[in-house]
């Protein structure tokens, strides 16, 4: 292959990547259960400094989900804890992030569409770090439909996560709302294992 069509290809494969990091400190790739990814300390929504998984996460499974505020993009509130007795789908996300566009149209056709008018569930996206500008044209660009709520200073992202981790990442809440489960990346079956889990909570 001549070197004139190698370098674009390597440059548009770094473009994307990066676009999966944080602003100031990118991952390491398609990252799952032993890789090893961003990993620290972080303060946890007690306080306390917690180790980050090898994904970037400094929550797991079966915890029950940090005390926070959704911020709208029309300045109103919703505090997680109103949304206990509903499934819950939050969503990381960021517009220069190549893998979250990759992966929101999917979330909007397989997910939002389809539950979207089910009282019991609810999805809202997080913009990190963004202005409400900048997300409101970030949604239509893609385009979605779900809520993409604020995180300005990436406060609620440093709730779930390093704070030098990246997104994209998925968190399901159960009834409870207690955390089922935790995504990286877009990963077709690690997506389609999350719609099934969904659904089966709304089920119950």
Request: one cysteine or more; hydrophobic letters at 40%.
């Amino acid at each position: 292959m001549k070197i004139r069509t190698i370098i674009p290809m390597i440059v548009a494969a770094a473009v994307l990547m990066a676009g999966c990091g944080n602003n100031a400190n990118t991952s390491k790739g398609n990252a799952k259960a032993g890789d090893n990814e961003t990993v620290g300390t972080a303060a946890s929504g007690a306080g306390a400094a917690v180790k980050a998984d090898d994904r970037g996460y400094i929550v797991k499974v079966g915890d029950q989900v940090p005390d926070f505020d959704l911020l709208m993009q029309d300045g109103t509130t919703v505090n997680i804890k109103e949304l206990q007795g509903k499934v819950v789908m939050l969503q990381f996300t960021a517009s220069w992030c190549g893998v979250c566009r990759k992966e929101m149209p999917h979330i909007e056709s397989d997910i939002w569409q389809k539950l979207k008018d089910n009282p019991e569930f609810a999805l809202y996206g997080i913009d990190l770090k963004e202005t409400p500008e900048v997300t409101a044209g970030f949604a239509k660009s893609i385009p979605v439909t779900y809520p993409l709520t604020l995180d300005p200073d990436g406060e609620r992202f440093a709730l779930f996560c390093d704070k030098g981790a990246g997104v994209t990442r998925n968190i399901i809440l159960d009834r409870a709302g207690k955390i089922i489960m935790l995504t990286r990346l877009y990963d077709e079956a690690e997506f389609a294992s999350m719609v099934r889990l969904i659904n089966d909570e709304l089920a119950k």
